[in-house]
């Protein structure tokens, strides 16, 4: 199979087929991601806390971004591999940010980058529209924004009439200000139902939501929410599996083993000695 393209992705946009979408941070996990079949693979900075122990996604470096996906595109064929810029790799320089998406797709293999953007976010339209006018595919992202935490002061829904909400006319305006740069698709995190499917209609590219409701054009989670590994589970998202559990017994039984004796047996040595 050829890898997926983007106008791959708008086929089965405008087939009426939802998009899929999930993480990955390493080679293993994106492999079996790839091969159950989804569309797009989003190495996230998410991984700050979901992968590199971090408490957030701001300490995660240029270069643990690169790293990310280049592992993610090493174990993958055909799966379309976004990956995310993390906080200050770009908005600081028009030049410098271009630069930096750039190497995501020349080091890293990625096909895409995504930024965050703010509402009204015309530093980050800027880019976007450098980057797409160059080659760099870009996927937008509205509506709660991580790397803006400290100044946001929480995860709180977007598109809410309250203190702590951008507005769903502001979501709207910076979603159409992001197509007409060139994103190819964008993401919606975190907005009220009503919102996602107010941008959702006023785009002609696809939307993807994380806790944005039914009216969007595809959905993408977080692959260790989706497993059920080594994290606590959020009302926006799903637990299809429970790694953890299995993961403990796997190594407890390990343990119990080797303490044991039962493990390792003669099958499992080079040359074994016969102990008769």
């Known amino acids: 199979m050829a890898p997926t393209t983007i106008p ?17 941070y390493d080679a293993p996990i994106a492999w079996q991601v790839e091969a159950a079949g989804v569309d797009m693979i989003l190495v996230g900075d998410s991984a700050g806390d979901n992968h590199l122990g971090y408490d957030s996604t701001l300490p995660v470096t240029l270069e643990e971004a690169l790293s990310n996906p280049a592992a993610v595109v090493r174990g993958t064929e055909e799966a379309f591999v976004v990956a995310d810029m993390p906080f200050l790799s770009y908005g600081t320089s028009l030049s410098e940010s271009v630069e930096n998406a750039g190497r995501f797709l020349k080091e890293a293999g990625a096909d895409a980058v995504k930024l965050e953007t703010a509402p009204y976010g015309e530093t980050t339209v800027e880019v976007v529209d450098r980057c797409t006018e160059l080659g760099i595919p870009v ?138």
Do not use: W
């Open 139 to 276: 996927q937008g992202h509205v509506g709660l924004t991580p790397q803006r935490e400290k100044e946001i002061g929480g995860a709180y829904v977007q598109g809410r009439d309250t203190d702590t909400s951008t507005t769903g006319d502001a979501l709207v305006e910076t979603a159409e200000r992001l197509e007409d740069a060139g994103a190819f698709s964008v993401v919606l995190e975190t907005v009220s139902e009503g919102v996602a499917k107010r941008v959702t209609d006023a785009l002609e590219v696809p939307t993807i939501g994380i806790g944005a409701g039914r009216y969007v054009d595809g959905q993408v989670l977080v692959v260790s929410d989706v497993l059920g590994l080594g994290g606590e589970s959020y009302s926006l998202s799903k637990q299809y599996a429970d790694l953890d559990a299995e993961v403990r017994a796997a190594v407890s039984e390990y343990i119990e083993e080797v303490r044991s004796g039962a493990f390792p047996t003669a099958e499992n040595a080079f040359d074994p000695i016969d102990e008769a």
């Open 8 to 24: 791959d992705i708008y086929e089965t946009y405008e087939e009426g087929v939802p998009l899929t979408m999930l993480t990955a």
